[in-house]
């Protein structure tokens, strides 16, 4: 029997007054896999971070670590699991250049 996933998501929703940000999105990432989330704004990418980092629950759906379903009522908690979050910022090490 194949190890479950990393991390999944399975019909993973959440709405915010007047917009369904996410709509029962499903997600596996396995030991090994790089994946690349990117879309235009608004598509619900930030949003779908700060449920797995803890930032905010889901409205609906499950999240797995491991194949245990979680559900973490803040970023601590998600810490504590082994998941962080590290959001984009070009100026983390500015004394380097692209080159």
Same mark, same amino acid.
């Given at each position: 029997?194949?190890?479950?996933?990393?991390?999944?998501?399975?019909?993973?929703?959440?709405?915010?007054?007047?917009?369904?940000?996410?709509?029962?999105?499903?997600?596996?990432? =396995?030991?090994?896999? @790089? %994946?690349?989330?990117?879309?235009?704004?608004?598509?619900?990418?930030?949003?779908?971070? /700060? &449920? $797995?980092?803890?930032?905010?629950?889901?409205?609906?759906?499950?999240?797995?670590?491991?194949?245990?379903?979680? =559900?973490?009522?803040? @970023? %601590?908690?998600?810490?504590?699991?082994?998941?962080?979050?590290?959001?984009?910022?070009? /100026? &983390? $090490?500015?004394?380097?250049?692209?080159?």
């Amino acid at each position: 029997m194949a190890e479950p996933a990393l991390l999944e998501l399975r019909g993973v929703a959440k709405a915010y007054p007047g917009v369904l940000a996410l709509d029962r999105v499903d997600l596996e990432l =396995r030991a090994g896999e @790089v %994946h690349v989330l990117f879309g235009e704004n608004g598509a619900g990418k930030s949003t779908l971070i /700060s &449920l $797995v980092a803890g930032v905010q629950t889901p409205d609906a759906g499950e999240i797995r670590l491991a194949g245990t379903p979680v =559900r973490f009522a803040s @970023v %601590h908690e998600a810490r504590a699991a082994g998941i962080s979050a590290v959001f984009q910022e070009f /100026s &983390l $090490v500015p004394q380097l250049t692209v080159a």
